[in-house]
């Protein structure tokens, strides 16, 4: 399973919490989608879409929280 968040310790910190109640293969993108910054705001890890991964802002019918929810 691969979490993914904005810059990356929320999914490190879930990725380890499901790991403790049994889930197997687990791995959190370093880094997150946008990328980890300092104090400063400096990129200090890459993030998803930093590394030229593909991304999709599209919130269409079936891509939505909402509508994954309800299935």
Known sequence: MLLGCKAGPRSNN?????????YEDVASVRGGFGGMRDGYGQVVAEGW????LP???????????????AK
């Open 49 to 52: 879409e930093g590394l030229g």
């Open 14 to 22: 879930a990725a380890n919490l499901l790991e403790q109640i049994g």
């Open 55 to 69: 991304v999709s802002q599209d919130n269409g019918e079936g891509t939505s929280y909402e509508s994954l929810a």
